[in-house]
Every structure is written in structure tokens, then in C-alpha cells.
């Protein structure tokens, strides 16, 4: 049994490999598509549509602290070319090379070849996100011997809410589903034996599927990924919910953590203080000033010779989310801007005041209802805000 459960353990390393290379890659798509690096492009009188050049990208990489030198740029390209996540457009090179060769992401071209795995990946981000944005969530920080752990649910809890959502087609399908996550690392058990049971057993998702990965981590081969507990389990950026425990005078992550003070950590970072997320406990909440100079009212603010200027701000959302935090009981005003973000790109600027978001009042709603307003509207968001007169 023993040599089994190793022999089980180890398959489950591999796989969890693959995916966070693979979850690596996906960001890093995303984010070249917002920053138009992945376009058409004509080379010798044909159009390959959502490519990209070698050099330019390999240039992005460093300009945006992926890479510390052009060779570490193009070990991580490399790397995802052995995964058979991106490919020479026309198949001729099975390297990557710094140059003006173009090369597509498989899943813009359409010729990723779905797998078991791909497929159990695929409905486990997608289990995983609706779980983190439930008002109940069933994933608790829960206690197991002298350790804590998060992201955790019983195995029979795990598969009620499978069958609630229509999500499987019964409880051995649901079991099916929870082995194959089980297997690909995707989940474990904190303790025991290395099998999924329909019981009282607790597991815990092993990977974060919203954490933001950086790039360099694909070159490492041992666990980078995994989280310690007191740091946060959540990508900053993200402006979704973590779970039901929000603390009381809380704020919303809607962009990485840079109050003005204290100071801002790099965007590309996952790692922060328990403080910025939304699971952080109500001590820590409260040990953050606000960036405003004095409490300001909806009257103050409303009042005609109020010394502030109306602007309208259209924020597409990134990979990891808009770029700014919202805090507040109504009025609610911008406490911290991603200067690399979206919502930094658009003119949001901290002690800006919310009017609207997407033409929906909220100059008099607090943080909570703002924050569900946004994560439940499209990826473009609208913000109105007024603005102080320095």
C-alpha cells in the first residue's frame, strides 16, 4: 500500500507540473493579447493570424521583469514549445529562436489537441472558480492535527455540491471526476491514504488556479507553486471572492495591494501579506490607513462647489484582473492602483470617489455591493468617479 501511494504521489507531481506550465502559459497568452504583442501578422504574402514575434516577445519578457536576460527569456519560450503549448507557424522549427520567426499559442490556432487530463484540468478551474465566487463556499480553512490548511472540503461535500450544480452525473461519476483530479495533483488529501472516498476525509485543492504565476517558474523543478500558509492564497488583482470569511471594514482586491503608504509590491508578485486577501482576519484588516486625508460624506462630495472633476474611465480587465482596490462603506474611493494595471492605464488614480459602475449608482453603496456589481458585469468595465482638485 505504501509503495502505491508513493508510486501515486510521484505521478501526481509530474501532472501537477504539466498544469502549472500549462496555467503559465494561458496567463502569458492572455496577457500578450493585451498588450497586442499576438496579432495578425503578414510574413512573405500570407497572414498568420494571432502571432507573434520571437524577438519582440522575448524583448516584452524582460521589459516586464519575466526574465532577468534575453537567454532566461527564451529557456522559459522553450520550455512552453515542449509542452506543445506554442509552435512556429508553420511547424519548421522545433526551437525557439530570438529572431523574427513568427510563433502562435495552440490555443489560438485551434490545433491543441484535448486530452484525459486537459479535460479533467479544465473542469476542475472551472469547479474551482465557481467555488471561490459562492457566498457559502464549501472551501474552508480547515485544522488537521497541529496544522492548518485552506482551499479545503470533505469528500462527500464535495460531491453534494457536484450533483447541486448538475456538474456530474451522479455520485460514482462525481468520485471518477474527484480520482482523475486526485491523481493529476490537482487535489489531496491533507492526511491518510492517496485516494479520493465519498466521506468525512479532508482534501484541499493543491493548486490555485487564479494565483499568478511567474514565468521563471517554469524552469524550476521542484514546487514553487506551493503556497505556505501565511501568505496569500490568491492572486491580489483577481477582484473575486476567495470565500465567505469577509472581515468586517474589509476592502475589495480589485488591483494589486500599493496604498500610498505603505509600499507597493511588484505586480508580477503572488506573494503578499494575508492582509490583502479577502479571507484575511479582521486584525489585519484594519492595520492598513486609509489613503484618503479626512473621511469625506456624499454630501461634501455632491455639493456644488465641491472641489472635485467628474471622469468617465474604461477599464478592460488582464489575465489577473483590473489593477486597483476599492474601499470603503458609501462613498467608496480607489485605496491603491496597479501602475502596470489596466485600471493605471485608463486614469484611475487613488482617492478617486465611485459614481458608477457600468451607469449602476454607487456613489451611497459600500465596498461589498461595488465589488459584486463589477465581478457579475462584463471584463470592460465603466467607471464614473470624481476626482480631487490637487
Not at 144 to 162: A, I
Not at 227 to 255: H, I, N, T, Y
Request: glycine share 4%; net charge positive; aromatic share 8%.
Amino acid at each position: 500500500m505504501e509503495l502505491l501511494c508513493s508510486s501515486l504521489e510521484k505521478r501526481a507531481e509530474k501532472v501537477q507540473k504539466e498544469i502549472e506550465v500549462s496555467l503559465a502559459g494561458e496567463q502569458l497568452r492572455l496577457r500578450l493579447h493585451n498588450s497586442k504583442q499576438i496579432r495578425n501578422r503578414i510574413n512573405n504574402m500570407f497572414t498568420y493570424p494571432c502571432s507573434f514575434t520571437a524577438k519582440d516577445v522575448v524583448t516584452w519578457l524582460i521589459d516586464y521583469k519575466e526574465a532577468p536576460d534575453r537567454e532566461t527569456a527564451i529557456n522559459i519560450m522553450q520550455k512552453f514549445m515542449e509542452h506543445n503549448i506554442i509552435h512556429h507557424v508553420c511547424d519548421q522549427h522545433s526551437t525557439f529562436k530570438d529572431t523574427k520567426l513568427l510563433y502562435r499559442f495552440r490555443n489560438d490556432d485551434g490545433t491543441l489537441s484535448p486530452t484525459t487530463e486537459s479535460r479533467i484540468m479544465s473542469r476542475s478551474k472551472r469547479i474551482f472558480e465557481m467555488m471561490m465566487t459562492q457566498e457559502d463556499s464549501i472551501l474552508k480553512v480547515r485544522e488537521e492535527g497541529s496544522k492548518r490548511y485552506r482551499r479545503t472540503f470533505l469528500g462527500s461535500q464535495m460531491l453534494d455540491w457536484l450533483m447541486k450544480h448538475s456538474l456530474v452525473n451522479g455520485r460514482l461519476d462525481g468520485e471518477t471526476l474527484c480520482r482523475g483530479m486526485l491523481e493529476q495533483g490537482i487535489i489531496q488529501p491533507v492526511s491518510g491514504h492517496y485516494h479520493f472516498s465519498d466521506s468525512n476525509r479532508v482534501y484541499q485543492f493543491c493548486i490555485n488556479f487564479r494565483r499568478r504565476r511567474k514565468l521563471i517558474e517554469v524552469l524550476n523543478e521542484t514546487k514553487p507553486w506551493l503556497e505556505p500558509m501565511q501568505e496569500s492564497p490568491d492572486s491580489p488583482f483577481c477582484l473575486r471572492k476567495l470565500g465567505a470569511e469577509l472581515p468586517q471594514g474589509s476592502f475589495v482586491c480589485a488591483g494589486d495591494p500599493q496604498p500610498e503608504p505603505p509600499p507597493l509590491p511588484k505586480r508580477p508578485s503572488c506573494m503578499v501579506s494575508e492582509f490583502y486577501s479577502l479571507c484575511s482576519p479582521p486584525k489585519a484588516a484594519t492595520s492598513l490607513p486609509s489613503v484618503l486625508k479626512k473621511p469625506v460624506t456624499l454630501e461634501e462630495l455632491l455639493a456644488p462647489d465641491a472641489p472635485y472633476v467628474r471622469k468617465t474611465l474604461s477599464i478592460n480587465s488582464d489575465a489577473v484582473g483590473w489593477g486597483f482596490i476599492v474601499r470603503g462603506t458609501g462613498p467608496c474611493h480607489i485605496q491603491a492602483v496597479d501602475p502596470t494595471g489596466p485600471a493605471a492605464a485608463s486614469g484611475a488614480k487613488v482617492r478617486q470617489f465611485i459614481v458608477t459602475v457600468n451607469e449602476i449608482d454607487c456613489l451611497d453603496l459600500d465596498y461589498r455591493t461595488i465589488y459584486n456589481h463589477i465581478i457579475s458585469g462584463p471584463k470592460k468595465l465603466i467607471l464614473e468617479v470624481l476626482e480631487p482638485i490637487d
